[in-house]
Structures are given as structure tokens and as C-alpha cells.
């Protein structure tokens, strides 16, 4: 294995987990309820009264972020080293893996694991066992 020290990040990624982990935190003290991108828009998909604006709002600020930092910072150069059927693929499979595990990653990798949840942890672990396989399957086993 080697690094890519020329697109090594580590200043950003860094700055990126403490963002995610500190929204993760004002959002269940302020809110009292979990940051998983899956169980928001899954609420929108089944809206209660008084549920549907703070729902709408997050997944719009999502939405919106990217855009604004295009409109700040300019166009950046984006690399995919997938066809498009692969694409659809794996976001299939992500969406049937976060409905048999009850939660997307960011519900439990940052949410559930920051609450000592056991749940959480054993989905983490399976999220990131399967990850770990499915790559070494598709550049080491099935590109050869």
C-alpha cells in the first residue's frame, strides 16, 4: 500500500470530522434527536405534523452547502474511478444496507458510537468489515 502524499489531507479531513462531530453534538443538545441523514429523509418520505420544516431545512442546507462553496472557492476537479453502473450499484446496495441496519453511517458511526450504543458499534464494524473486503475484492481479486 502506498500514500498518495501529492492529495494527502490530512489538515482538512481533520477539520471535516471535528465540523461533522460538532454539528452531531448541537444537533441532539439542541434537538435531542440523532443526526442520521437517513432517518431525516426518511422522515419526509413519512411526514408527521410540526416534523416536516426542520427536516426540509437540514436536507436544503446539504443541498445548498456544495453550491456555495462552488459560488466561494470555484469549480474544483472531480475524479471518479467508476462507470456509472457501479455507481448505481453500490448506492443501491448503501440503501438496502441502511435499511437492514436500522441507520446510515453518520447515524451510527458518529451518533450512535459517540452514545456507546452497542447497536451502533456492531453496525460500524459491519459497515466498515464490508468496506474493507468489498475493496480488496474489486482491485485485488477482480481486476486481475
Partial sequence: MTID???FTPWASLSGGILLGLASAVFILFN???LGISGIIGGLLRPTSGDVGWRLSLVLGMLAAPLIYFVVAGPSAVRIDAG???????????????????????????????????RSLVATLTFMGTGFVTVYLVRHVLAA
Fill in 84 to 118: 456509472w453502473a457501479t455507481l448505481v450499484v453500490a448506492g443501491l446496495l448503501v440503501g438496502v444496507g441502511t435499511r437492514f441496519g436500522s441507520g446510515c453511517t453518520s447515524g451510527h458511526g458518529v451518533c450512535g458510537l459517540s452514545r456507546l450504543s452497542p
Fill in 5 to 7: 502524499w501529492n492529495n
Fill in 32 to 34: 435531542g434527536r440523532i
